[in-house]
């Protein structure tokens, strides 16, 4: 069996989900990921947030053009990028080595971190490469952080990128279409946004000591 980490570092080795978006995806390129750039720009600055995790942050492809912005906006913002692949991360952190101190990166399994000290954990694309119980195990490293807010993807209405119902079980690697606002999850947002995107994702807002609550509740059926 697997970790984790080999598991992602032979899905970017093996451009498993094609090339675009730096071996990401397609739904990692600039194109299709320009109303996940508005909306979490807007969640940052509506809610005024100084400090944000990408867990998983992927090739950076379209962050690059939005962390200038930004950072022109809110100069001490902090980001930390977290993602399983080593390959990813080294080339992560010689791209953006020079480019503003408060921007790193790390190599972590979601699963198992402790999450950096942050107002928002985001977290997009990610979690629907994973098992339902590593979503669950995910979620939970999530709300154990001190972060006020959690921005998620979820595909409330489907897509066509599914290969079978909605919160279908998988083995890590593979996609399903997530949804955590239906069973086996049931966790309710705060706000849901239109990616506007191809493949119909969402951006779903919880307040993390929310999740938290719905989480315990919904605990016993993930694990």
Known sequence: MHSTKDTFERVYRTHRWGADGGGSGPGSTFEQSVGASRVLFYVIV????????????GAMTWQSKLLPQLLSLKPSLRYVGLDAAQRIINQ??????????NVR????????????QTD?????DTMQHN???????????????NASHVLTTSYPNGSHYC???????????EFFCIDLARMPFQLQPIAKFDEV????????????????RQLSKAWPRLV
């Open 46 to 57: 509506s809610l005024n947030l100084n400090s944000v995790v990408d867990a998983a942050c």
């Open 120 to 124: 928002l954990i985001f977290s997009r």
């Open 131 to 145: 098992t339902i119980k590593g979503v669950a195990q995910i979620l939970h490293r999530f709300v154990q952080s």
């Open 92 to 101: 992560n952190n010689l791209m953006f080595r020079q480019y503003h101190p």
């Open 105 to 116: 990166f790390e190599h972590v399994e979601l699963e198992n971190v402790v999450i950096p």
């Open 197 to 212: 995107a191809f493949d119909k994702k969402w951006l779903y807002l919880y307040e993390r000591a929310s999740l938290a």
């Open 163 to 173: 290969k079978g119902p909605v919160n279908r079980p998988i083995d890590t690697g």
